[in-house]
């Protein structure tokens, strides 16, 4: 079983940026694909970018679309979120998943194995 730990988060200026990493152990996750989740208080679980086993696909949500880029390093089992021009609106924990598949359908029910999380919070 793969075990994820997210790192990078932190407080930032809105405009700001921050690079999200997720570091993969125990399994690797080349064959699989991967995603980033996030969750504000009050509110359900929203996914944010996924991105295939190979890179070929990727998705984001509307909220971040231009703003945000997911990548992934399989070589060294890793995963990244590029973020931005950061909002206050996107203040969250936010978390890495693996789905089962090289393609997984972005909502964070079909993921399998999900990090700890880090806390991102932008003030304005």
């Known amino acids: 079983q793969v075990q994820l730990v997210e790192s990078g988060g932190g407080l930032v200026q809105a405009g700001g940026s921050l690079r999200l990493s997720c570091a993969a152990s125990g399994r690797t996750i080349s064959t699989y694909a991967m995603g980033w989740f996030r969750q504000a208080p009050g509110k359900e679980r929203e996914s944010v970018a996924a991105?295939?086993?190979?890179?070929?696909?990727?998705y984001y949500a509307d909220s971040v679309k231009g703003r945000f880029t997911i990548s992934r390093d399989n070589a060294n089992n890793r995963m990244y979120l590029q973020m931005n021009s950061l909002k206050p609106e996107d203040t969250a924990v936010y978390f890495c998943?693996?789905?089962?598949?090289?393609?997984?359908?972005?909502?964070?029910?079909?993921?399998?194995?999900w990090g700890q999380g880090t806390q991102v919070t932008v003030s304005s």
């Open positions: 998943a693996v789905g089962p598949t090289c393609y997984a359908y972005p909502v964070p029910n079909v993921f399998d194995s």
């Open positions: 991105i295939s086993c190979s890179s070929r696909n990727t």
